[in-house]
């Protein structure tokens, strides 16, 4: 029995469904891959700042990704401590529900009133 080491290779669009995996190391196995799936030939890879990437396989997908904003730099995620007491609750949940119905009223078309 002899050792075979190989290279898989999964492409994935990050706007849609299509995906090919492929022996990245087989040239025969990258023709195949393109054969069956053409829109290799299109595929078009988007690296952030951050570092981060994407692989959209053509403009559709392209601009779903900037519409979701898939491209902006991540927020840091903001953590507010407070004290736990129950008036502190009671202001949060206030603040919360008065955001949902804000939105909500947004959505519909209805005016809102922002502040206090």
Request: net charge neutral; aromatic share 4%.
């Amino acid at each position: 029995m002899s050792i075979i080491d190989s290279q898989i290779r999964t492409v994935s669009c990050n706007g849609c469904d299509k995906s090919v995996t492929y022996d990245a190391q087989s040239k025969e196995s990258l023709a195949k891959a393109i054969e069956d799936n053409p829109w290799l030939k299109t595929l078009r890879i988007v690296q952030t700042a951050q570092g981060r990437n994407f692989a959209y396989h053509d403009d559709q997908c392209e601009l779903s990704g900037v519409a979701a904003g898939n491209h902006n730099p991540e927020e840091p995620k903001k953590v507010i401590t407070m004290p736990a007491n129950a008036n502190a609750i009671a202001e949060a949940a206030k603040a919360a529900k008065a955001t949902e119905e804000a939105t909500k009223a947004i959505k519909d078309g209805s005016g809102v009133t922002l502040g206090r």
